[in-house]
């Protein structure tokens, strides 16, 4: 493989996770997968220093990524899309909640 078609280490670890869940949970749907993405993201509300509930919500983001047909690089290149958006936006002070959005 040259070095230019070489996987990226993000590609690797989303490679590893699709193998894993499609051995262990073949028929798990989307939907279901991402239900259990949005208890994992609770559970890291209630504890962010923990470090294992951080890698929870990156695995399931990652596997329910690649159900849907997206792969490490074009997420990162969504990524970097919408910052491009993200960059040209006008954004409101931080709400009650802390929470900020941009002007619509």
């Known amino acids: 493989m040259s ?5 990226s ?9 699709q ?9 798990q749907l989307l939907s279901s997968k991402l239900r259990h993405l949005g208890q994992e993201v609770t559970e890291l509300k209630l504890d962010v220093d923990d470090d294992m509930e951080w890698a929870d919500v990156f695995i399931l983001f990652l596997s329910c990524a ?5 792969t490490a690089s074009n997420l990162v290149a969504l990524a970097h899309a919408k910052m491009d958006i993200n960059d040209r936006r006008e954004w409101l002070p931080p709400d009650a909640h802390g929470v900020v959005r941009h002007v619509k």
Do not use: M, S, T, V
């Not at 193998?19 to 028929?27: I, N, T, V």
């Open 3 to 7: 070095r230019a078609a070489k996987k």
């Open 9 to 17: 280490e993000l590609q690797l670890l989303q490679d590893r996770i």
């Open 19 to 27: 193998k894993f869940h499609l051995a262990k949970f073949p028929d």
């Open 66 to 70: 690649a159900i849907y047909g997206y």
